[in-house]
């Protein structure tokens, strides 16, 4: 038989895991996006606009994803793991916030035409539209195909 008082401790516990969960995730805007992309890629030449519209795209696509089951669930396991050097875990020295930058970074060069022009870092990187694996001929490594006989 559950008691009266064991069942409010385990209802406090949980409020005090939803609230410790809620405090662990970092809520970004589109300057702080526009912010990191541009530190991280400072060894670039990036337009004016560029960053500022990823930060925008960005920020509605991640607006527009619904909960699931499975996002809780990978969320929480990835508050709680431990990245450790034993069993092919990572040993990943970076906080949080800088694994976040790096991705953001990243997926801007994906969303740019920094890979279409062959990763030229004198050229001025432009942004194109919001990387999506899940489109259909969405390649940033694809070039377009010369046709040597149309350039003579």
């Known amino acids: 038989m559950i008691k009266r008082r064991n069942f409010l401790l385990g209802g406090l516990g949980a409020v005090a895991f939803v609230v410790v969960g809620a405090l662990g995730t970092e809520l970004i805007n589109e300057?702080?996006?526009?912010?990191?992309?541009r530190r991280r890629l400072s060894f670039l030449k990036l337009?004016?606009?560029?960053?500022?519209?990823?930060?925008?795209?960005?920020?509605?696509?991640?607006l527009a994803k619904r909960p699931s089951w499975l996002?809780?669930?990978?969320?929480?396991?990835s508050m709680l793991a431990?990245?450790?050097?034993?069993?092919?875990f990572s040993d990943d020295k970076r906080t949080r916030r800088q694994r976040m930058e790096d991705n953001l970074a990243t997926l801007y060069l994906l969303s740019s035409?920094?890979?279409?022009?062959?990763?030229?870092?004198?050229?001025?990187?432009?942004?194109?539209?919001?990387?999506?694996p899940m489109r259909a001929c969405g390649n940033p490594f694809a070039r377009p195909p010369t046709d040597p006989q149309s350039t003579t």
């Open 82 to 88: 431990k990245p450790t050097t034993h069993w092919g």
């Open 47 to 62: 337009d004016e606009e560029g960053p500022r519209a990823f930060a925008k795209d960005k920020v509605a696509a991640l």
């Open 113 to 132: 035409d920094f890979f279409q022009n062959g990763a030229d870092v004198s050229r001025t990187v432009r942004y194109v539209n919001l990387y999506d």
């Open 31 to 37: 300057a702080e996006i526009a912010a990191a992309v």
């Open 71 to 77: 996002r809780v669930k990978g969320r929480i396991r």
